[in-house]
């Protein structure tokens, strides 16, 4: 047996490779490329002494594989990828079961800096705001703030229906529940993609049966979902939720009157005409 293999065998004694010759002959390959007339560097014996490299050796053995010195260091990064990537999805997890306290939160900073600046806030405006990272930190635990947008919040608060936004600059706003909560259950708790099609469906409707579109006072007051429930509380209801019906498109405007937006008018040609 070469010397290279007797420091493999002797390495490899200690794991659940002892006595495994396609694996010393793997290990011997790395400790010593010229025995076999491979021009490679060597893998140093006292790499070893490194958990992390012990433990890439080992997975690399494990796949059949020499573990050279580039292999256990594309390995090492591999893992260490994969572990922030599996760390990040259980920290979102975490952030999913709290989302209607974020999503709440969010709409509020975001609401305040529209009265403010009347333009919307950036996503890392919003999201490294004082009371957001305050939070992560309760809800979530400790993250880096760069680490911050990995946790999708942004997009888990627009599914809830929380805020809006679409691909325009700064045109996040607050969102359908935001506006609806003051209102308790006097109005419709569908889901937030069921209110814009309502919305998109009774505009449409009324163009086709008035041949215009309906005054806002007429939005308010007619439309109710499936429950029978008004899906506004009031004029000045609906016009308050008039931004994010337009920015998610699920409406938009003609001579300040409501229509469908594109959103909208695409969910009408999916949708039966009754």
Known sequence: MPPCDDIAAAWLSRTEFADDRTAVGLLSRAI??????LKRDSLPVTA????????????????GQVPTMPAIRTLI????????AERIERLGRRAQRSIDDFGRLLAQLTHEYWVMNDVGPTRRDILHTDPMLELIRERVGDITPNAVKHLWLIERAQRAGWIAYNAEPRSLCAGRRFHSAK???RVSLRPVNTIGSLVAS??????????????WSVLAHDLRDDRGRRVFNDTADVRAQQQWLTTAEWLALADDLPVPGPRGRRALTRKPRR
Do not use: C, K, W
Request: proline residues 9%.
């Open 32 to 37: 010593s490329p010229r025995e076999y007339a």
């Open 202 to 215: 009774f505009l449409d409707r009324h163009h086709t049966e008035q041949g215009r579109p309906p005054r």
């Open 48 to 63: 070893a002494a490194d958990p992390r490299t012990a433990a890439a050796i080992l997975e690399l053995l494990e796949r």
């Open 77 to 84: 990064v591999q893992n260490e990828m994969r572990g922030e």
């Open 183 to 185: 209102y308790g259950n």
